[in-house]
């Protein structure tokens, strides 16, 4: 005979053992005394005293099996006061005073099974009754009061008997419905692909299991996990590919964030037929929104959610909070009717990572070392894991660059020079004072080196506010992308080297640095796009809208130091010249009251090499790059078919011998990429117009200086994961 070992507790007895068999024995006992009308109240009551004199592991023992009895009044009746009767007990309610909100504590759960039942057994006034005791006890201790508290009193603040999660996260909306398209964009993908998922879903049938046995009442229920606890299901992914490729860009939805719950974020496969009934219950945290797309069956299918009743319909979604009572009930038009659903579960759009700080949760443990950079870094890389698998098994070439030949280098290294060749119109010491402004408009390259003549300015001007300014572009890093902007991802940097002892920035202090990203642009218009600062042009706005603020004009002109590298340090002095003439937004200054040197911060004379070293598997893309600029350059200059940000003489050299001089480069260069399609008929236009094989496989990575000044880049590798992102915002 099965037997179940409890322990005694102090101050209330406890048999040394019962039976499975004595426990259900009584558990019936009760049900059946229930059936009398006339005796109700005394067997509960009777219940309630039975419980209160057993040892906690008794008792909770009885609730537990209580929960799992059969669908009936009597059982459901009896589960309740058992359930209730727990959750009262000195050993229940102290879970309330030693463990987080967002832990599983006794009496929120107990609380929450009895309301199920009461609601289960059409009892709502009853349902209500617990509600208002559960509401009623203090927060953070296990005394009650007579009144309903108020939520920020309360230490289980639901809002109603209708919506009783396990977990309460508190300063989250509350509203039973949701509208997916608005709040998940991708919704109406899944919707537009319900035939081919229905048809995976077919093929991935034989894998359905029993669903949730403790929940339905009547009827068939299966169903069938793809991703669940962080894990997708490679079996099921086999039999529905499509359905996963779809879904694994977007779950987790936000993975900067620890979970609550272990079910906070799934995606499942849920199967019923004519006479199937799920009874009311509600999701585990208040945290998390059903997707509920119906991929066939609807009709004759409701969802009543929080009291109101929605019938499915095939290739539609509902989104639902999953913290409301919910029950689903399937009358089909036939004895044979089947249902299919896939539901998503993601988490709730308020979460935010201050909900987490010194908390634990059910699902993880302690969040005090959780790291929300640490945590994207780690989904970032599954992307790219996914995508590089992806294109394994594609047709596409590998990373194989065209090699240049000597005499190609040789000319590029002389469009290199006139790329990269400084502005210092007065040739003045850059030593002198006055220097009104340190700037940096921060792009995804060579970071470091920049960050390095940054200091060595800031080391000589001691009084000078550096001002560092950038967003997210196309081939933006990993960092910067976390760091909303590649301002923030090159201040980081900055900082850093400021912390080590005799560095150059040790004894600078940091309070001069001001950096202006994403966030920081001046309209929610600009920052919605993601990209406010995302180029040259951009950048050069944000700055002279700071400039016109705490640099006002002077008697004197303002005099600002701009630190770019390399090739770039061309188009920077061009745009902002551009920008002091007039072309572009309209600003305080001009060239009467401010003068500008832009300064190259690595050796001219290594630079060309350093850059081809960096993209070691393909040396040829550094002349790629170039004739980006080289045609950037030229048609910024002229404004045909591309905005016009400067004339012709701010380029500050022979824009169009240049041009041709990299025609000339590139006449062979274009390898590997010459099948590609083409929009241009020069040859370096081709290379600098459609660069498929060019954009794939370029990982430049910082090569300037020790390996202790290294910062590991993949540029581009978040752009695509960001771009979708940031879309989603403006819409």
Known sequence: MEHVLLPACAGRASPVSHTKASIHGQLAEWAAAWQDVSRREAVLDSIRHDVQNMSFGLASTYASWAADLSNSAGNYAVAATILESVAMLPECLVDLKIMDELQIRCPQKMFKIAIQKLFSMGDSQSATEVWKRARSLFRGSTRFFAELLPEDEAAIPWPSALETPTIWIRGLRQQPFWDCHQAWPFVRNLEAHAEKILAEASQAAPQLQKAYPYLFAKGSWQNLFLFRGRSWNAEVCAAMP?????????????????????????????????????????????????????????????????????????????????????????????????????????????????????????????????????????????????????????????????????????????????????????????????????????????????????????????STPIILVGGR????????????GEAHATLAQLLVLLEIPGELGAAINSNRVVAISCNECPTEQLRLKCGCVGNTGFNADRFLEWAAMHLPPLHRPRMVAVVEESYLVRRVAATVLGRLSGFGDTHVHNHSTMQIRVLNSRDPNEGLQQMMEVHGSMPSAMLHLMASEVVRLDEYSRGEGSPHLFPREFVLGDIKATRELASAVFQGLLGAARDLSVRHAEPMERAAGDRRLFWRCVAPRDLDGPAAWAVPEAPGEAWGFWREKCEKVAE
């Open 242 to 462: 499509q359905t996963c490729q779809l879904l694994l860009p977007e779950i987790p939805t936000k993975p900067g964030l620890p979970l609550v719950v272990p079910n906070n974020e799934e995606i499942v496969l849920f199967r019923s037929v004519n006479g199937a009934y799920v009874g009311p219950h509600s999701g585990a945290a208040n945290n998390q929104i059903n997707i509920h797309l119906t991929l066939k069956g609807g009709s004759g299918v409701t969802l009543n959610i929080a009291g109101e009743s929605r019938e499915l319909q095939a290739g539609k979604a509902i989104c639902f909070q999953d913290s409301y009572l919910h029950s689903l009930e399937h009358k089909g038009d036939s004895l044979d009717s089947e249902r299919v659903s896939l539901v998503v579960r993601v988490l709730h759009p308020d979460s935010h990572v201050t909900s987490f700080l010194g908390r634990r949760t059910e699902a993880e443990g302690s969040v005090a070392e959780f790291s929300e950079a640490a945590a994207l870094r780690a989904e970032l890389a599954r992307l790219r894991d996914h995508y590089r698998r992806l294109a394994g098994t594609s047709r596409e070439e590998p990373c194989k660059g065209p090699q240049p030949t000597q005499a190609e280098v040789a000319a590029a290294q002389e469009m290199f020079d006139f790329l990269s060749s400084e502005f210092n119109p007065t040739e003045d010491d850059d030593s002198q004072d006055p220097l009104d402004a340190i700037v940096v408009l921060s792009n995804w390259y060579d970071r470091v080196s920049k960050v390095k003549k940054v200091l060595e300015l800031a080391a000589r001007h001691r």
């Open 473 to 484: 572009g196309r081939l933006s890093s990993i960092r910067a992308a976390e760091l909303d």
